[in-house]
């Protein structure tokens, strides 16, 4: 049922693109069926150019026929599409759960305006059910990671920290760094977290996305609603 949700805040998405636009197109399930609901009018047509946020939906799209370039040729773009893990009502959100979450977060900053994509099930009342992936450089883990759990101790939140992947064998971001996931239940000042965490030396960002989106189509068992940031 979810599949289907996400296929219709993607395709919902999808009638918001017109023609000339500059695109940040985003990464994950949902943002793959927008990328699929986008080739489609490209097919007929429209004409916009593309910048991806990871180099899985890059494939994806220049496979479907989507014009591509980088964010250094194209370093304004008009709207970018993607996915979430969590959002609230304020539109901020976690994001993060692909790996994506610095292009994403570059991509975004770089948009006039961000639309997000979900199913129902992401919509929570406080964010930080689902894990909060930091971004750090491999270099000095331990410490960063230290660092890390003592601004989770200070602020009173949980301090779960995991290795993406495990010690064994990292999940690497598409910029060769690996992603702590911090299982921290409810965010209830994530703007302060969120400066908090990119003041670490090692961090190089995190899944919290404040301010960026100006919309959400959220899709659910009553159809696809607009959200606006309260
Ligand atoms: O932030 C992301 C990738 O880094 C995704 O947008 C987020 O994980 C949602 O994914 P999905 O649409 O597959 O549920």
Redesign the pocket.
């Known amino acids: 049922m979810s599949d289907q949700f996400?296929k219709q805040a993607a395709e919902r998405a999808a009638e918001d693109v017109t023609s000339g636009m500059r695109l940040g197109i985003?990464?994950?399930?949902?943002?793959?069926l927008f990328v699929h609901a986008l080739a489609r009018r490209v097919a007929d047509g429209l004409n916009v150019i593309g910048v991806p946020?990871?180099e899985r939906t890059r494939e994806l799209a220049s496979s479907l026929g989507i014009r591509l370039t980088t964010l250094d040729e194209l370093p304004e773009l008009d709207l970018t599409i993607?996915?979430?893990?969590e959002l609230d009502a304020h539109l901020a959100l976690i994001?993060?759960?692909?790996?994506?979450?610095l292009r994403?977060k570059i991509v975004a900053g770089a948009s006039a305006e961000m639309i997000v994509?979900?199913?129902s099930s992401?919509e929570v009342a406080t964010l930080g059910k689902f894990p909060l992936?930091i971004e750090v450089v491999p270099f000095g883990l331990k410490a960063t990671r230290r660092a890390i759990l003592h601004v989770l101790e200070d602020m009173g939140l949980p301090q779960n920290l995991d290795l993406r992947g495990g010690a064994e064998q990292p999940f690497l971001t598409d910029g060769g760094h690996y992603i702590l996931d911090a299982c921290l239940q409810e965010i209830t000042d994530p703007g302060t977290l969120a400066d908090r965490l990119v003041a670490i030396p090692g961090v190089v960002d995190h899944?919290l996305f404040l301010e960026l989106a100006t919309k959400a189509y959220v899709a659910g068992t009553d159809g696809v609603k607009t959200v606006l940031p309260i």
């Open positions: 996400k985003g990464t994950g399930s949902t943002a793959e946020t990871s993607d996915g979430a893990d994001k993060g759960g692909g790996g994506a979450l994403e994509i979900a199913d992401k992936p899944g």
